[in-house]
T-cell receptor, first 114, second 115 residues
Framework: EPEVTQTPSHQVTQMGQEVILRCVPISNHLYFYWYRQILGQKVEFLVSFYNNEISEKSEIFDDQFSVERPDGSNFTLKIRSTKLEDSAMYFC????????????FGPGTRLLVL | AQSVTQLGSHVSVSEGALVLLRCNYSSSVPPYLFWYVQYPNQGLQLLLKYTSAATLVKGINGFEAEFKKSETSFHLTKPSAHMSDAAEYFCAVSEGPGGGNKLTFGTGTQLKVEL
């Protein structure tokens, strides 16, 4: 069964450093998403992406964040200058965009900013 | 704006007992509702979804949920808990059909199943 994959599974970085989280969505899907979950809190929407541009973004998704689909398979989330409060589990999801769509989630990347 | 409230951050049941995980939603448009499960160190897996068809929705692993508009609820149930059901369960709502609609999640309920 096709699945969403994410790399790395864990990343530790120093405050102020740039990180890139990578995702490979399901191959025939058209919509891509990033969500995050700070430890002990709810899963929060960050951004959705369709047709090579951002469809919607939350207030969390400020100028420090960017997304890109650099080729036909990868979907990346970049955090330019990490802050302590960026420490969280980041989930990538994809969907085929049809009515009654289901978003399929990857296993997540746990980011720790020191 | 949409929101979801999950009552009870932790629920503990005995193996073989009924599982009931509560979810109430708030939405200005007819909602699409989802239950996801997260096993340790894994991603979110869809259990079931309500998309304005039948109000009683059956999902994987013997779970089902009933959409009750009058109560704005979408509670998840399973008649008989199994040890393998121990996981975190998330209720989520989206704005409707079509692509690109974000999910708004509840805070999750950790289900513990005891012998």
């Amino acid at each position: 069964e096709p699945e969403v994959t994410q790399t790395p599974s864990h990343q530790v970085t120093q405050m102020g450093q740039e990180v890139i989280l990578r995702c490979v969505p399901i191959s025939n899907h058209l919509y891509f998403y990033w969500y995050r979950q700070i430890l002990g809190q709810k899963v929060e929407f960050l951004v959705s992406f369709y047709n090579n541009e951002i469809s919607e973004k939350s207030e969390i998704f400020d100028d420090q964040f960017s997304v890109e689909r650099p080729d036909g398979s990868n979907f990346t989330l970049k955090i330019r200058s990490t802050k302590l409060e960026d420490s969280a589990m980041y989930f990538c999801a994809s969907s085929d965009g049809l009515a009654q769509e289901t978003q399929y989630f990857g296993p997540g990347t746990r980011l720790l900013v020191l | 704006a949409q929101s979801v409230t999950q009552l009870g951050s932790h629920v503990s049941v005995s193996e073989g007992a009924l599982v009931l995980l509560r979810c109430n939603y708030s939405s200005s448009v007819p909602p699409y509702l989802f239950w996801y499960v997260q096993y340790p160190n894994q991603g979110l897996q869809l259990l079931l979804k309500y998309t304005s068809a039948a109000t009683l929705v059956k999902g994987i692993n013997g779970f089902e949920a009933e959409f009750k508009k009058s109560e704005t609820s979408f509670h998840l149930t399973k008649p008989s808990a199994h040890m393998s059901d121990a996981a975190e369960y998330f209720c989520a709502v989206s704005e409707g059909p079509g692509g690109g609609n974000k999910l708004t999640f509840g805070t999750g309920t950790q289900l513990k199943v005891e012998l």
